[in-house]
């Protein structure tokens, strides 16, 4: 009788962690959505006690004196994490894919997660003339 529990119990701990963990392959491997925002990098910093992520934030402005909207996100890849510190102040537009339902901060304190960086190189506007000549009439 009691080999009989034992072997129930072990059965149901067993199920336990496989459910849990295609749980976590599903979540991480699942994108909820994915696009791109565009601003300036505000801070990027690798955090955690455990497993260090790296964190950082941008600052997307709309239009000059508008208050600026700050995305938080997330980055695995230290290469693409060495690009942004490189384009630090700069303005960028970060490609990211989000996971949602993640098990444990210990893959990101966010749900965004960027997957690459490029920066944004604006031409200067064309300034138009003050005076513009008036086209000649032949008389």
């Not at 004196?65 to 060495?82: H, L, N, S």
Request: proline residues 6%; glycine residues 6%; charged residues 20%.
């Amino acid at each position: 009788m009691k080999a009989n529990l034992m072997r129930v119990l072990l059965i149901f701990v067993g199920l336990l962690f496989l459910l849990a963990a295609i749980w976590v392959w599903f979540a991480l491997t699942w994108s909820y959505s994915s696009g791109e925002r565009a601003g300036y990098v505000q801070k990027l910093s690798s955090k955690g006690w455990l497993c260090k992520t790296w964190e950082g934030e941008i600052a997307m402005v709309t239009m000059p004196g508008a208050i600026p909207e700050k995305f938080e996100f997330t980055v695995r890849d230290e290469a693409v994490a060495r690009q942004i510190n490189q384009l630090a102040g700069k303005r960028v537009v970060l490609h990211y894919e989000q996971y949602k339902f993640l098990p444990s901060s210990c893959f990101g304190d966010t749900e965004y997660f960027v997957e690459g960086v490029r920066e944004v190189r604006e031409s200067p506007p064309v300034a138009a003339p003050l005076n513009p000549a008036l086209p000649q009439t032949p008389r």
